[in-house]
């Protein structure tokens, strides 16, 4: 069940070229927690190395190492997800729930390459299928900029008229409208009586986003992220609660990373069977379980037994450990 993919093996190298090197750094100030750190681990993995941890080079700069450009786009990555997950917050889906959508607008190169290099990563940090750079047009359809005014400041200025002014600005492009504000100072409003000049202080620009999207802002563009869960997302969504669930038990009954086990899951309905069915064998593998059985509100036993409440309903799990094969 266990893939060594590429990605996973230089992971764990990274892990341990780092944990080498704090724990040399370390060694200074906790020499005997980082002696039997070394002993247990790195030395046990490599006996040829010093007989003492605090027999071992200070580590040095590896100025090869270094990547400013790999840094900066990482910067900016950043700043994507902090936005993304601050959205996925705001509408109150928890990140183990899989969303659709995550478009990008942004007029700065750098953004648009760190994007397409991070991708993947922007993609497991929001938890989101697609990630993408889109124009401004096609941002725009989705997240139309909208102008109004300001009545408190216009009414003075307009009196009677206020109102019609109001609704002539309601009924105008934003997009149009900025852009005569930028190139004249003023936005022109046509009414019966004639047109008006409307000042930059007299009105305010917002966004009217679609149904299914959330909008926010980083320092270099701005992010369009999907709201709606269908049935296959939420199938999707309700595996990695137990997937989460199941590990949470094994934990608790100190079964080792590599053993197999049984799992028996009652599921409150028939949709909520279906939609474990679907993603079974995901389930099964990643919590390395040989056997998976569901049923609707049944009793299921053998092994660790336990109640959980997912998103407001009952699930009993019972995992039974098998050992290493």
Known sequence: MEEESIEKVTAYATLYSVLDICLRILAIYTPFLAEKIYQ???????????ESIHMERWPEVDVSWLDDELERFMDICRSIMEEGLSLRNRIGVKLRQ???SCLIYTEDPDTAKAIDVFKDVIASGLNVKDVRVISLDEFRRIAKLKVRGIPRILGPRFREYTKAVMEALDRMDGGYAKIMLESTGVIKV???YGEVDVKAEEVEFYEEVSEGWITGGFKHGRILLSTIVDKKLAAEGLARDLIRRIQYMRKEMDLPVEDYVEV????PSLEALEMIEEYREFIASETRAKLLD???SGKVEGGYVREWDIDGEDYTIAVKHLGKG
């Open 40 to 50: 247990d681990v790195f030395r046990y993995a490599e006996p040829g190395r010093s």
């Open 98 to 100: 899989p969303l659709a």
């Open 190 to 192: 046509a009414l019966e």
């Open 264 to 267: 028996r899951v009652s599921a």
């Open 294 to 296: 569901v049923v609707v």
